[in-house]
């Protein structure tokens, strides 16, 4: 494992600061260790994890599951995802449903915190990796730290997600009073826990060095991932 190389200047020199990759550097993922010089793919002498410079086809596997994520988010909220079988019937409660009863019974911070933590912020995570990545993809250089610092904020609030299913899965375990009361999970349950785990893997896809790329640096990297066979020129026979 290699130290730090680079250290900060105060002489007002505006000479861009060396990154790992032009120091041939790469780090691990998963424990860390940096390396030098070592080639795409290579695993870590360490734990063994393959060493990438980027996160290979970043862009194509967030896509894939951002498009996913909007297209369960669309069941998740307006399938049931509580059913509650009385003596007096069924009841189908959708997210929204039930943010309205606790508002009506007065239980407005109840509605509050599951109006946010299981519409909201599902929302919030669907909508910033969409700019993220459609940023990152042309290159842009909008508010480049304030993107960094929305990516950060994705990460923080992702385990904050799953209040919902949670919820559920408490009241199914215990309201079970046969001939009264049952409570079981609903269609929608399912399809909201596809849409928090499809954001989660979309931002672990995304890599949040791209944000910081120009064009003429994007260009170089998908040349580099491009396959050699791609490269070769057919001979004549």
């Not at 498009?67 to 995802?81: D, R």
């Not at 997210?95 to 299981?118: D, H, P």
């Not at 969409?130 to 480049?144: E, G, K, P, T, V």
């Not at 992702?158 to 949670?166: A, P, T």
Request: hydrophobic share 50%.
């Amino acid at each position: 494992m290699i130290g730090p190389f680079l250290h900060a200047h105060d002489d007002g020199d505006e000479t861009p600061a060396a990154t790992a990759a032009s120091l041939g550097l790469v780090a691990c993922p998963h424990c860390d260790a940096v390396w030098r010089d070592a080639a795409e793919g290579e695993p870590c002498g360490r734990c063994g994890t393959r060493l990438y410079t980027r996160k290979p086809y970043s862009l194509k596997r967030t896509w894939a599951f951002l498009i996913a994520a909007c297209i369960m988010y669309i069941p998740a909220n307006l399938l049931p995802v509580m059913i509650t079988r009385t003596l007096f019937g069924a009841q189908y409660d959708t997210i929204l449903s039930g943010v309205i009863y606790f508002w009506v019974s007065g239980a407005y911070g109840l509605a509050a915190i599951i109006f946010i933590a299981s519409f909201l912020v599902p929302l919030f995570k669907l909508t910033v990796l969409i700019l993220l990545a459609l940023l990152a993809q042309r290159a842009s250089d909008w508010r480049r730290p304030e993107r960094a610092k929305l990516y950060h904020i994705v990460e923080i609030i992702g385990r904050w997600s799953m209040l919902d299913v949670f919820v559920v899965s408490l009241l199914t375990g215990l309201v079970q009073i046969q001939g009264f009361a049952v409570i079981n999970a609903g269609v929608g349950i399912a399809a909201f826990g596809s849409v928090v785990v499809l954001t989660m893997l979309a931002s672990l896809s995304f890599d949040p060095r791209l944000t910081w790329d120009s064009k003429e640096q994007q260009q170089a990297e998908r040349q580099r991932n491009e396959p050699a066979s791609d490269n070769r020129e057919e001979k004549p026979a």
